[in-house]
């Protein structure tokens, strides 16, 4: 029950969006130096990976729905999120939900 009111706290503050029926998107900051997208597709996520101070792509890449299911996290976006550091060889020491809006700066 507590993480379905945090998926609806997120939703309602902007910092996951529905983009279709059961397709979600989420940006996050990742130690306070580069902004992480995702993007749900049919096949899985897409990520891309943004400098915080250049706004330049860094990095981009998928995975799909069964690299997903193997992993021990049940959330698909937090699954997505963990998978995408763990292949750009981030630490993530500190990832924190921000707006989408944040986007239109990119």
Same mark, same amino acid.
């Given at each position: 029950m507590l993480?379905?009111?945090?998926?609806l706290w997120?939703?309602?503050?902007?910092?996951?969006?529905?983009?279709?029926?059961?397709?979600?998107?989420?940006l996050y900051l990742v130690d306070d130096c580069s902004y992480l997208h995702l993007t749900e597709i049919a096949t899985g996520?897409?990520?891309? #990976?943004?400098? &915080?101070?250049s706004h330049k792509k860094?990095?981009?890449g998928n995975f799909s729905w069964?690299?997903?299911?193997?992993?021990p996290i049940q959330n698909p976006l937090a699954a997505a999120r963990a998978l995408a550091l763990e292949d750009i060889g981030m630490d993530?020491?500190?990832v924190s939900? #921000?707006?989408? &809006?944040?986007?239109?700066?990119?």
């Amino acid at each position: 029950m507590l993480a379905e009111l945090n998926f609806l706290w997120s939703l309602r503050i902007g910092v996951v969006r529905i983009v279709s029926e059961d397709i979600f998107e989420a940006l996050y900051l990742v130690d306070d130096c580069s902004y992480l997208h995702l993007t749900e597709i049919a096949t899985g996520f897409n990520y891309e #990976v943004y400098s &915080k101070e250049s706004h330049k792509k860094q990095f981009a890449g998928n995975f799909s729905w069964s690299e997903l299911n193997g992993s021990p996290i049940q959330n698909p976006l937090a699954a997505a999120r963990a998978l995408a550091l763990e292949d750009i060889g981030m630490d993530a020491v500190v990832v924190s939900s #921000v707006a989408l &809006k944040m986007l239109d700066q990119f």
